[in-house]
T-cell receptor, first 109, second 114 residues
Framework: ELKVEQNPLFLSMQEGKNYTIYCNYS?????LYWYRQDPGKSLESLFV?????AVKQEGRLMASLDTKARLSTLHITAAVHDLSATYFC?????????FGQGTRLTINP | GAVVSQHPSRVICKSGTSVKIECRSL??????MFWYRQFPKKSLMLMAT?????????EQGVEKDKFLINHASLTLSTLTVTSAHPEDSSFYIC??????????FGPGTRLLVL
């Protein structure tokens, strides 16, 4: 059974700092997604990673995928307050998406 | 991009009543729709997968007689919470996919059962 684990689950950081969220998944997967969720809202799609070594960047966020290690990372560069949210990774299983627990990111001025 | 809507966005109902939530794909045909439930500060939990014109496949532990899912057309799926109780209060999110693998998520429906 596919399991997805994120860490850390909570992250409080200062503006301007860099940090990385990790997403491990337990079995071979076709694709890996990253989503953002703001309080009271649904999911906003950030990235989809399809192959080993894939790297995608949008603004201060960069996601990468290592299929051999079954690991994806979401790197935040020079964080700003607007990036405060909960971030989920999800791995595509045979018939369904399996989500990680989510990482609640708080960025303090 | 692909747009999925949900209606209502928010509903409050009395215990024992039934509530229907609609999920629509607005600009594509959704061969498969998914229903998720999210408790506060938790991750999304898949409840069921529905394919147009066939019975939904429920995840283990989800009562199919309580959460009725109908996917009558390629653009509409409904989730009916029957005889709702306070423990059914939650955030319900649907998603839809067309021919590819990407799921497009709806804005969610917040259900409060009093």
């Amino acid at each position: 059974e596919l399991k997805v684990e994120q860490n850390p689950l909570f992250l409080s950081m200062q503006e301007g700092k860099n940090y990385t969220i990790y997403c491990n998944y337990s079995t071979t997967s076709d694709r890996l997604y990253w989503y953002r969720q703001d309080p009271g809202k649904s999911l906003e799609s950030l990235f989809v990673l399809l192959s080993n070594g894939a790297v995608k960047q949008e603004g201060r966020l960069m996601a990468s995928l290592d299929t051999k290690a079954r690991l994806s990372t979401l790197h935040i560069t020079a964080a700003v307050h607007d990036l405060s949210a909960t971030y989920f990774c999800a791995s595509q299983g045979a018939q369904k998406l399996v989500f990680g627990q989510g990482t609640r990111l708080t960025i303090n001025p | 991009g692909a747009v999925v809507s949900q209606h209502p966005s928010r509903v409050i109902c009395k215990s024992g009543t039934s509530v229907k939530i609609e999920c629509r794909s607005l600009d594509f045909q959704a061969t498969t729709m998914f229903w998720y439930r999210q408790f506060p500060k938790k991750s999304l939990m898949l409840m069921a997968t529905s394919n147009e014109g066939s019975k939904a496949t429920y995840e283990q532990g989800v009562e199919k007689d309580k959460f009725l899912i109908n996917h009558a057309s390629l653009t509409l799926s409904t989730l009916t919470v029957t005889s709702a109780h306070p423990e059914d209060s939650s955030f319900y999110i649907c998603s839809a996919k067309g021919g590819g693998e990407t799921q497009y998520f709806g804005p969610g429906t917040r259900l409060l059962v009093l």
